[in-house]
């Protein structure tokens, strides 16, 4: 046993998809602070309130148990907090599935559940940095700021990755890489104007991060307030509106019902699931108001059933008025 290592077998007390809902907390498949091994186990870096740690869990769905183990000076704090970032703190109680298609969304689906990983900055984040733009190039971003401001991930490196992405039978082999923890409060607000535009990130998103980073420690005290709460705390920061908000508290707090309005894809997506085309917000509004306080959960359970709209022509292309990007140090 490596030296601050932390290890616990999980019994959930239903079918758990251990892995399908910690990749809730991924940010594109570059993400520094997440990796899937060979065996399939999936590794994730995090601040906690007692230090930084990593997470690594490898789900025996035969056995009805999910192997968790954690190092780092966070590591009995993420240990106690794992079952609810897989989804145990998750209660659906109420839930009726009202609409046909997500009736039999549910059907198939039913054993997943949203996850909590219980802090705000890791979620909030990446939410600004994904803020009106590409998914392509807000991942990119984020994945350039943890490699140029992160810090190595405590306990061992994980090891070969399968070249997809997932592990399954067949696929190619890429050599494992040092997870990142991403960087602490005090890091982002020192960085410079011009730092940011070399990570891909303009004024205006830069901004709302360093004003993030600079109250993080009171927006962290929040994490035991309802949901309600948490996000009028939020959108008292400059530039954190309804979008950032609802991914941030969904991610953190697991909050059902969580809507990111104003996001490019996700009413169009309902609309099309729901009533066979796309709608605007105040149509997804309608669409869910009976689901309500279940409304996030019915586009997430779409998506990962994956109901999405189909995408005719070229992808949105990134930005290209910003300087070429640092690959890290």
Excluded: N
Aim: charged residues 25%.
């Amino acid at each position: 046993m490596v030296s601050g290592e932390v290890h616990r077998t999980w019994r959930p007390g239903w079918p758990c998809p251990a892995t399908a809902v910690l990749r809730q907390q991924r940010h594109g498949a570059g993400d520094p602070s997440y990796a899937v091994t060979l065996d399939g186990a999936h590794w994730r870096a995090q601040r906690t309130p007692e230090g930084p740690a990593t997470l690594r869990v490898l789900a025996r769905p035969h056995d009805g148990e999910v192997d968790l183990t954690c190092w780092g000076p966070g590591a009995d704090w993420l240990a106690e907090a794992a079952p609810g970032l897989l989804g145990a703190a998750d209660d659906v109680t109420g839930f009726r599935p009202h609409h046909p298609v997500v009736r039999d969304v549910w059907r198939r689906h039913g054993a997943w559940r949203l996850g909590r990983s219980g802090v705000l900055l890791d979620a909030l984040v990446p939410a600004v940095i994904e803020q009106k733009v590409t998914g392509q190039e807000a991942f990119a971003s984020y994945a350039a700021l943890l490699r140029r401001y992160g810090e190595p991930a405590p306990g061992p490196e994980p090891g070969d990755r399968p070249a997809g992405g997932r592990a399954r039978t067949g696929a190619g082999v890429r050599p494992g890489r040092p997870l990142l923890v991403p960087p602490a409060p005090g890091t982002l607000a020192l960085v410079p104007s011009w730092e940011w535009l070399a990570l891909g990130i303009d004024p205006g998103r830069s901004r709302t991060l360093v004003r993030v980073a600079r109250v993080a420690d009171s927006l962290e005290r929040a994490v035991g307030l309802e949901p309600a709460e948490v996000t009028r705390r939020l959108r008292t920061v400059p530039g954190v509106g309804v979008w950032t908000a609802a991914e941030t508290t969904r991610r953190a707090l697991g909050d059902a019902d969580a809507v990111s309005f104003g996001d490019y894809h996700v009413a169009k997506d309902v609309g099309w699931a729901l009533v066979g085309e796309p709608v605007d917000d105040a149509g997804m509004a309608e669409l869910l108001e009976p689901y309500r306080p279940h409304r996030a959960r019915v586009p997430e359970l779409l998506a990962v059933a994956g109901l999405r709209r189909p995408r005719h022509g070229a992808r949105m292309s990134p930005r290209t008025h910003l300087p070429v990007r640092r690959r890290g140090r």
